[in-house]
């Protein structure tokens, strides 16, 4: 999917192209790495069915769903629009407020579908997704027959409804994010009996865990405040035993324990035996955990469908509503490009995988996001690394075993998230959020020899976490928390490549947290500081940043260019960037607050390299998410033949950047139209 433009713009194809909250695309500033462990392979066959005829409705607001129904029903009736019937729904929606209906057409779905819309009161009108995952784990002396069995068989995904309509359309989807084979305690390795010994053990937290459920009677459990089941089958128990597993590491209290044994434990059954969900169910289940004032929510699953609109902001209204959520980042490394939603949301705790010696486990996804792409620069993604690889925890009816995956590394950090909000959760304004991913993520320990892509901001700390959290005061940071273009490997790819007068800005995306309120705007502009005595004004920094920074995050978006009188200048510039932020009311107080923020900025500068020395990829020409799905480049990828990643330079076409670096060229990205670069300085 390369080709070559006349002056050697290199063209990418088949990308994604949406901004998170508003994410920038970069304007014009001109004016005028690492080698991974290897680990067993862990097969995940995925898909994502959308089904024809088969509606979400959206609506402004909670009413009951007999009101609903009636608005819905006169749209339809007075579109003439017959032949058609409400989907399935919890009993629960029948006493508690909704904000979504499913409705089922048999025909004439474009015309039902323009109806519904013309509601006043309707938000989006998108057709259900069927989410079937398929998980095949490798054997080990650690699993039993009947293990191997359920976790190795590959079911036809007719097999839970087959009376469905088949589906239009079929790609990725989201799916347990599942795992392998330790023997140490998980809760050893991270120290957690230090907190332990404070009398910490998840006492007044209540955690959720949306999985395949859990039995009553399991033996490892004395905590379970509440066992829900969304799916169609009529059980609560566990059949697979991903749930238990995902329970066991966070709460635990014999055997294989977990981090918070005396947390309340919310069990949310949403995947059936056959792995199977749908996007209404987990919507429904969504709004249970806000009415039951969630504290931390444990996704292991995760899909590259950014794209499904109505999950997305159900994700944005959790945390809104104070639940932290804590997500598996995806196990399709070591490619980049690839993270899992909603993982990759800057407002959720993005996961991912170490092995037992504290490396980058190979499975665990890489970033950067590709909700930005095409125009724009992906952010940095995940947030924290921590142990996923031979993981002990519950077994299904007693007893342990060993998983690995990031769907194992997430309850890992999701149990420790849980033991550290105990310590808080009743000082008012401290828990949120912002405040545990700026706890987590600023006491991290970084990784040796692996870029900020493949660990973010590093390994957890749990000890730190909690005296950064016992200690913390409102304030909002940035992640990441400094731009040092020298430092290698972990700035990779910003220290890959030296900036020269001329060259295409570079671009970076930077995540604002706001640990004051759920929401909050920039008070005046960020500003740019040059240190004249560190040749600060050789380099010209450009800034846009988000209108509003909700739910608890924003963005701030960095253009740097050199100055033209820098054309024969080699060496280093540096000045930092200024950033202040005023909440809304906070709920403790009643009042405003106002933080501010430094990001210091280093680049290393060369002289303008010759002609033929600069290549140009366009990444603005890409086409847009999601007009289909498209065969990889790598036609080796036979399991999983269609590429839902954005193409770009630093993801899945990384190799080729790499290749053209080594043998002396320089590499510029087109985030414009072709009208805003000078093409003479490209090509031979």
């Known amino acids: 999917m390369?080709?070559?433009?006349?002056?050697?713009?290199?063209?990418?194809?088949?990308?994604?192209?949406?901004?998170?909250?508003?994410?920038?695309?970069?304007?014009?500033?001109?004016?005028?790495?690492?080698?991974?462990?290897?680990?067993?392979?862990?097969?995940?066959?995925?898909?994502?069915?959308?089904?024809?005829?088969?509606?979400?409705?959206?609506?402004?607001?909670?009413?009951?769903?007999?009101?609903?129904?009636?608005?819905?029903?006169?749209?339809?009736?007075?579109?003439?629009?017959?032949?058609?019937?409400?989907?399935?729904?919890?009993?629960?929606?029948?006493?508690?407020?909704?904000?979504?209906?499913?409705?089922?057409?048999?025909?004439?779905?474009?015309?039902?579908?323009?109806?519904?819309?013309?509601?006043?009161?309707?938000?989006?009108?998108?057709?259900?997704?069927?989410?079937?995952?398929?998980?095949?784990?490798?054997?080990?002396?650690?699993?039993?027959?009947?293990?191997?069995?359920?976790?190795?068989?590959?079911?036809?995904?007719?097999?839970?409804?087959?009376?469905?309509?088949?589906?239009?359309?079929?790609?990725?989807?989201?799916?347990?994010?599942?795992?392998?084979?330790?023997?140490?305690?998980?809760?050893?390795?991270?120290?957690?009996?230090?907190?332990?010994?404070?009398?910490?053990?998840?006492?007044?937290?209540?955690?959720?865990?949306?999985?395949?459920?859990?039995a009553?009677?399991?033996?490892?459990?004395?905590?379970?405040?509440?066992?829900?089941?969304?799916?169609?089958?009529?059980?609560?128990?566990?059949?697979?035993?991903?749930?238990?597993?995902?329970?066991?590491?966070?709460?635990?209290?014999?055997?294989?324990?977990?981090?918070?044994?005396?947390?309340?434990?919310?069990?949310?059954?949403?995947?059936?035996?056959?792995?199977?969900?749908?996007?209404?169910?987990?919507?429904?289940?969504?709004?249970?955990?806000?009415?039951?004032?969630?504290?931390?929510?444990?996704?292991?699953?995760?899909?590259?469908?950014?794209?499904?609109?109505?999950?997305?902001?159900?994700?944005?209204?959790?945390?809104?509503?104070?639940?932290?959520?804590?997500?598996?980042?995806?196990?399709?490394?070591?490619?980049?490009?690839?993270?899992?939603?909603?993982?990759?949301?800057?407002?959720?705790?993005?996961?991912?995988?170490?092995?037992q010696d504290a490396s980058i486990a190979k499975f665990s996804s890489r970033g950067m996001t590709t909700w930005e792409l095409p125009s724009g620069y992906g952010r940095v993604k995940p947030d924290v690394v921590t142990y996923g690889t031979e993981v002990r925890g519950s077994n299904l009816k007693g007893g342990c075993r060993s998983l690995s995956g990031t769907s194992v590394a997430s309850p890992v950090v999701a149990g420790a998230v849980t033991l550290l909000a105990s310590a808080v959760v009743d000082q008012p304004g401290v828990l949120n959020p912002a405040s545990m991913k700026q706890a987590i993520m600023s006491t991290a320990s970084r990784v040796a020899d692996a870029n900020i892509f493949e660990q973010g901001a590093?390994?957890?700390?749990?000890?730190?976490?909690?005296?950064?959290?016992?200690?913390?005061?409102?304030?909002?940071?940035?992640?990441?928390?400094?731009l040092d273009m020298t430092e290698c490997p972990y700035m990779w790819p910003f220290c890959s490549q030296p900036l020269y007068v001329g060259a295409q800005p570079l671009t970076v995306n930077v995540t604002v947290l706001n640990g004051m309120a759920v929401s909050g705007r920039f008070l005046g502009e960020p500003t740019w500081h040059p240190l004249s005595s560190a040749n600060g004004n050789l380099i010209k920094v450009s800034l846009d940043w988000s209108k509003v920074l909700w739910p608890w995050a924003g963005y701030l978006a960095v253009f740097i260019a050199v100055q033209p009188e820098a054309a024969n200048f080699e060496g280093t510039a540096e000045g930092y960037i200024m950033v202040t932020v005023i909440s809304d009311a906070v709920e403790s107080t009643g009042h405003s607050m106002i933080s501010n923020a430094t990001l210091p900025v280093k680049v290393r500068l060369v002289p303008t390299p010759p002609r033929h020395k600069r290549i140009l990829w366009d990444q603005y020409h890409n086409l847009g998410y999601p007009p289909g799905y498209f065969p990889r480049d790598n036609l080796r990828m036979k399991a999983d033949p269609l590429d839902w990643n954005g193409d770009h330079l630093h993801t899945n076409f990384r190799p080729l950047y790499e290749h053209l670096r080594t043998n002396g060229y320089y590499i510029e990205v087109l985030g414009a139209p072709f009208t805003c670069f000078d093409a003479s300085q490209y090509g031979t």
């Open 216 to 355: 009553e009677t399991h033996p490892h459990f004395h905590h379970v405040k509440d066992r829900t089941n969304w799916t169609s089958e009529q059980t609560l128990d566990d059949g697979v035993g991903h749930g238990t597993f995902v329970a066991g590491v966070i709460s635990s209290s014999k055997e294989c324990f977990g981090f918070a044994q005396n947390a309340d434990l919310y069990i949310f059954r949403v995947f059936t035996n056959n792995q199977v969900s749908y996007t209404s169910w987990f919507l429904d289940a969504f709004n249970y955990a806000i009415l039951k004032k969630i504290h931390v929510l444990n996704l292991s699953i995760g899909g590259p469908d950014f794209m499904d609109q109505p999950f997305v902001d159900k994700v944005w209204e959790l945390t809104a509503n104070n639940v932290i959520l804590v997500s598996a980042i995806g196990n399709d490394g070591p490619l980049y490009g690839t993270l899992n939603n909603p993982a990759d949301q800057m407002d959720v705790i993005g996961v991912g995988g170490l092995t």
């Open 458 to 482: 590093g390994k957890l700390d749990l000890w730190k976490a909690y005296q950064f959290l016992i200690k913390y005061k409102p304030h909002i940071s940035l992640s990441p928390s400094y």
């Open 2 to 214: 390369l080709s070559l433009f006349v002056v050697a713009v290199i063209l990418a194809s088949a990308s994604h192209g949406r901004a998170e909250g508003g994410c920038s695309c970069a304007p014009l500033v001109d004016e005028g790495c690492n080698a991974t462990a290897d680990i067993p392979t862990l097969n995940v066959n995925f898909n994502s069915e959308t089904l024809q005829g088969e509606l979400i409705v959206s609506f402004s607001g909670y009413h009951a769903v007999q009101a609903l129904n009636r608005y819905v029903t006169q749209r339809l009736s007075a579109a003439g629009i017959s032949g058609w019937e409400f989907g399935h729904r919890s009993a629960f929606v029948q006493t508690h407020p909704t904000d979504f209906v499913v409705v089922k057409v048999n025909t004439s779905t474009g015309l039902a579908i323009a109806a519904l819309r013309a509601h006043k009161l309707v938000k989006s009108v998108v057709l259900e997704r069927r989410l079937t995952r398929t998980l095949s784990a490798v054997p080990s002396e650690d699993f039993s027959d009947e293990w191997q069995t359920r976790w190795m068989s590959r079911r036809p995904s007719h097999v839970d409804k087959p009376s469905e309509p088949r589906p239009r359309n079929a790609g990725p989807s989201r799916r347990l994010n599942v795992a392998l084979p330790p023997r140490q305690q998980i809760t050893n390795a991270l120290h957690a009996e230090e907190l332990w010994a404070k009398g910490l053990s998840g006492q007044g937290v209540r955690v959720a865990v949306f999985d395949t459920g859990l």
